[in-house]
């Protein structure tokens, strides 16, 4: 069974302060995916990446692959209240019989005071 | 284009019943997958269908089933239901499997 640890589980910061969230695993990815969900919603799509140390940058947002494709980070720069939300990674199995299983971490809580 | 739409929204069941969660995947998406979110959890994934036919499932028992019909609308059912069923189904679609998938907003099943 793959899993992804994700941290940090809870991040309350101030407006304007950066913040990195880290998604972990033993396992290889054939892609890796974050998403946002806000409540009541499900998650929407931010990023995709697929191929090791690809970084991959989304307005103030920065993604990173780990180069054994196992690993990834998500990068906020200069934080807002309007980022206020869940985060998670996913990462997409690559073959057999779960081909395109997204196997998700268990999100970050991320909070932003104004 | 329009996106992924789930129905009902919200349910309420008894233990014991059975349910039917219907969505409708994403224009030009012929892949569908279902997950399972408990609350404070990342979503859980059941199974996945292309083209009418299962072809991936996560670890739930026999009691979860599903189908996908040819315009790629899926169902899942649920059969005797148990308090743990209690969640927001996703279903989440895609063009192709593993390549960043649209979800619905989901179906908030309570079990009670």
């Known amino acids: 069974t793959q899993l992804l640890e994700q941290s940090p589980q809870f991040l309350s910061i101030q407006e304007g302060e950066n913040l990195t969230v880290y998604c972990n695993s033993s396992s290889v990815f054939s892609s890796l995916q974050w998403y946002r969900q806000e409540p009541g919603e499900g998650p929407v799509l931010l990023v995709t990446?697929?191929?090791?140390?690809e970084v991959k940058k989304l307005k103030r947002l920065t993604f990173q692959f780990g180069d054994a494709r196992k690993d990834s980070s998500l990068h906020i720069t200069a934080a807002q209240p309007g980022d206020t939300g869940l985060y998670l990674c996913?990462?997409?199995?690559?073959?057999?019989?779960?081909?395109?299983?997204?196997?998700f971490g268990q999100g970050t809580i991320l909070t932003v005071h104004p | 284009e329009t996106g992924v739409t789930q129905s009902p929204t919200h349910l309420i069941k008894t233990r014991g019943q059975q349910v039917t969660l219907r969505c409708s995947s994403q224009?030009?998406?012929?892949?569908v997958s279902w997950y399972q979110q408990a609350l404070g959890q990342g979503p859980q994934f059941i199974f996945q269908y292309y083209r009418e036919e299962e072809n991936g499932r996560g670890n739930f028992p026999p009691r979860f089933s599903g189908l996908q019909f040819p315009n790629y609308s899926s169902e899942l059912n649920v059969n005797a239901l148990e308090l743990d069923d209690s969640a927001l189904y996703l279903c989440?679609?895609?063009?192709?499997?593993?390549?960043?998938?649209?979800f619905g907003s989901g179906t908030r099943l309570t079990v009670v």
């Open positions: 996913a990462g997409a199995e690559g073959g057999g019989t779960s081909y395109g299983k997204l196997t």
């Open positions: 224009s030009g998406h012929n892949t």
């Open positions: 989440a679609s895609s063009r192709t499997a593993g390549y960043g998938y649209t």
């Open positions: 990446v697929v191929t090791g140390g």
